[in-house]
């Protein structure tokens, strides 16, 4: 028996030791950076048995970033279902009017109103008497709490809503002229938007685009250089105006002779019949968030499973209460974090790296775990696409980029076989996003070789 209870105890002390060594990797690689200490918050979980193997300030409240889509979408899935599809319908009465319906599909397109009004004209329906549009499905607010002003011209950051079409991007084109002459500027697509235009012809291409001022959201100052056609992508201000415009284009290439308002109004429940509709899987949209972590449609679809769970119209309000239900079936305490988006984009969501990894701790268990892991980027993909080809066949992240901050969350096997959960937020003023990545990497690294 003594000859037992020293074999167990020889035992102990080497597994102490060795989770002692795997540590003390991860605090080297730390140590030889120059991100400071105080600012990193690590959470490293065995998935078996449920331990925590290794912390550091990991109860410290930190923006997430785009990590926060792992949960967020997640919740949202659950309440929408794996066969959700997004559906854009058009409906007749036997009054002769159209309603389209609106479902916030963020991957309908120009030609996808073409095809609904292309059925129309098939369906011999030429001249309705006032065409509807049903944009109940979500608010009207179409921008986050707390996100930039400043970030207004980025095309990562478009507004949201009901109206979503062609990603809510608008290209325009800076065509070279005569050497040492103004440029021209125009948009692909008709939008009504001044250019303060104060690019020359010639001198290579160098273009930036800024916005008048605040009081003046349709104008914008282009300046720089142009040698050779160039097209950039910016944000459309107004999502409504945008699609009333491909609305009527694609009404008169249908030949529909309709020349009254597109008024805002609910379909009916009862003597109406579908003429066409169009439909998307919601695969689609977990692949654009988890692998390539689209806010757009990771905005969507938050408020749409809001919208569900409330059998409502979809809100940031509804979804908040979807996702503490959701929490709350995983046993997991919400108490302490804050979020106020689905995209993790405004610096006002907080969260701990031990909430973290205490979510991806319970999606294990979950039946849907292995679509759900496989949908994250892995190495070589997404955004994953130029980093951590050490762990090829063995990570799945979501990574996480703001001002100053920077994350990874997701899930590896190490060299030993364990099947661990992590999250590394780092909010470090001070250091460059390319060091707090490379921090990152070699913290995975040390749980890759050491646990």
């Known amino acids: 028996m003594k000859k037992l209870v020293a074999i167990f ?101 120009s030609k996808n109103l073409d095809t609904l009004m292309a059925e129309a004209k098939k369906k011999k329906i030429i001249e309705p008497k006032n065409i509807f549009i049903d944009d109940y499905v979500m608010d009207s607010v179409e921008w986050g709490e707390g996100w930039q002003w400043d970030d207004e011209l980025n095309p990562l950051m478009t507004k949201f809503g009901s109206y979503n079409l062609d990603g809510n991007l608008l290209e325009v084109v800076v065509m070279p002229m005569e050497e040492g002459t103004p440029a021209k500027i125009y948009t692909k697509k008709f939008y009504p938007l001044t250019f303060m235009n104060m690019v020359t012809s010639g001198g290579g291409n160098n273009i930036e685009v ?99 769970f409330v059998n409502n119209t979809g809100s940031v309000k509804s979804a908040l209460e979807m996702f503490e239900a959701y929490c709350k079936k995983l046993n997991l305490d919400t108490n302490d974090i804050k979020i106020v988006d689905g995209s993790g984009v405004s610096k006002n969501n907080l969260m701990s790296a031990d909430f973290m990894t205490d979510f991806l701790l319970a999606m294990s268990k979950n039946e849907q775990f292995e679509t759900y892991k496989n949908a994250m980027a892995a190495p070589g993909e997404g955004t994953l696409k130029d980093r951590m080809l050490y762990f090829s066949g063995n990570l799945r992240a979501k990574t996480g980029t703001l001002s100053d901050i920077s994350s990874i969350a997701g899930y590896i096997t190490s060299q030993k076989g364990t099947n661990l959960a992590f999250d590394i937020m780092i909010n470090d003023a001070k250091t460059s996003g390319a060091d707090k990545k490379m921090l990152e990497e070699y913290i995975i690294r040390a749980i890759y070789t050491e646990y």
């Open 9 to 109: 105890g020889l035992f102990v002390v080497f597994m102490f030791a060795q989770a002692a060594f795997a540590a003390n990797g991860i605090d080297k690689a730390i140590s030889k950076s120059t991100v400071k200490r105080g600012t990193i918050s690590v959470s490293v979980k065995n998935l078996t048995t449920g331990e925590t193997v290794y912390d550091l300030n990991s109860d410290k409240l930190v923006p997430p970033a785009s990590t926060q889509k792992l949960v967020t979408l997640a919740a949202s899935l659950d309440t929408l279902g794996k066969d959700y599809t997004f559906k854009t319908s058009l409906y007749k009465t036997s009054n002769n009017e159209l309603y389209l319906k609106l479902g916030g599909d963020p991957f309908l397109t």
């Open 210 to 308: 800024e916005k008048t001022a605040v009081s003046l959201p349709d104008m914008l100052t282009i300046k720089g250089t142009v040698s050779k056609p160039e097209i950039f992508k910016i944000p459309v201000n107004n999502l409504k105006r945008y699609f009333r415009l491909r609305l009527e284009e694609t009404a008169s290439n249908n030949n529909l002779e309709y020349y009254g308002n597109y008024m805002q109004k609910k379909t009916p429940a009862a003597n109406v019949y579908l003429v066409a509709e169009v439909t998307h899987p919601i695969q689609m949209a977990v692949d654009a968030v988890l692998e390539n972590s689209s806010n757009l449609v990771t905005e969507t679809v938050f408020k749409l499973a809001g919208g569900k």
